[in-house]
């Protein structure tokens, strides 16, 4: 008789007492009828009565001692699982009903780890939370399904496999940050294979403004991503840094440039309607994401402001590279002239 592998449910909540009721729900719903083992909430230093909230819903909670992160955490909860596959769920996502078994069928392939996508009709009714929601979901929606990194917002992975690669780095990423990336090319590196699977599908909750947005997108992802990227690590033809979105950069960037340059009157205003025809025909299954959730007045202002997005990431990238580039000059030793040949061979210790 083959036995079901366990599953805990881990969530890291650091003030999260506007969003757990709602997302410990339906984990604490699954817990009671048997589909997964146990829920964890492991309290990063809050001060709203977040520990006392998850306590009262029913989920065991482990307190980090102060604020440490998301990374270690999570790491804290999955030294104290029980169940053999460690589910992470962020404390602002309401994961569906099925999301468990579609979990439990996908590991058992012998895959090391599956991660799934936020689904299209995101509550909070402003155009940030509705863009970066939805653009989130497509991305996740059209990933390559033998993906080449890992989301910790509703993923989950083998605890051996976890373990074995040292679980998230809480050294490097002591902020929420892009500590689940760098477990997925971890557990990539060590031999593993990692699943996409859409229909594994949660409700994101977070309210996005323009300042957190571009915060989060530049502080705690653009840059710590470029740097590990830059340093060998990781990549892949996936998901938003795949050939195709490098080509709808590049378009975006040039759009950019056209702009200005048509603006001082270098060239002509046919110039950038052209590339922003370009911009639009390539990023059509965007457009209609945002047309089927929102209407043509939305689709097309989340479609201009994406092209935003390209402009910087790239700038971010580019400046991350040219610092890396430049450090290294700065450090590489000078060659020295005259030096008398060596023979290795007489030298002591070589």
């Known amino acids: ?12 909540a650091y003030n999260g007492s506007t969003v757990l009721r709602q997302s410990l729900t339906p984990l604490i719903e699954l817990h009671r009828r048997g589909v997964i083992s146990e829920v964890i909430v492991v309290d990063d230093g809050s001060t709203d009565g977040t520990p006392d909230i998850a306590a009262s819903l029913g989920a065991r909670v482990i307190a980090t001692g ?32 099925d999301a468990a078994e579609h ?40 990933g390559r399904r033998d993906a080449s990194t890992f989301w910790a917002g509703c993923g989950a992975v083998w605890k051996d496999a976890f373990l074995k690669v040292g679980g998230f780095d809480a050294v490097r990423y002591p902020r929420p940050s892009i500590e689940d990336i760098d477990l997925g090319y971890q557990l990539r590196a ?8 859409p229909e594994i599908q949660g409700t994101h909750l977070k309210v996005w403004t323009l300042k957190g947005l571009l915060i989060t997108e530049l502080r705690d992802r653009a840059i710590p991503w470029a740097l590990l990227l830059l340093s060998g690590a990781g990549g892949g033809n996936d998901l938003n840094i795949s050939m195709t979105e490098r080509v709808r950069a590049l378009i975006a960037c040039l759009l950019g ?17 052209v590339l922003l025809s370009m911009a639009f025909a390539s990023n059509l299954e965007l457009f209609s994401v945002f047309m089927r959730a929102n209407g043509l007045s939305f689709a097309i202002r989340g479609l201009l402001f994406h092209q935003f997005y390209y402009l910087y990431s790239t700038a971010t990238y580019c400046g991350c590279w040219a610092k890396s580039r430049i450090s290294r000059l700065l450090k590489k030793p000078s060659p020295v002239k005259n030096s008398p040949a060596v023979d290795l061979e007489s030298e002591p210790g070589v």
């Open 190 to 197: 060590a031999g593993g294979r990692i699943r996409l699977a």
């Open 66 to 97: 102060g604020r440490c992160g998301p990374a270690a955490a999570r790491n804290l909860g999955a030294a104290s699982a029980q169940g053999s596959i460690l589910w992470f769920v962020d404390a602002d996502v309401v994961v569906a009903d």
């Open 1 to 12: 008789m083959t036995v079901e592998p366990t599953i805990t449910a881990i969530t890291p």
């Open 257 to 273: 440039l056209a702009l200005l340059t048509s603006l001082a009157g270098v060239t002509s205003w046919w110039l950038p309607a």
């Open 103 to 142: 979990i439990r069928h996908m590991l058992a392939d012998g895959s090391v780890a599956v991660f799934g996508s936020y689904d299209n009709s995101p509550p909070v009714r402003n155009f940030l939370s509705q863009y970066k929601n939805l653009v989130h979901h497509h991305y996740h929606q059209m």
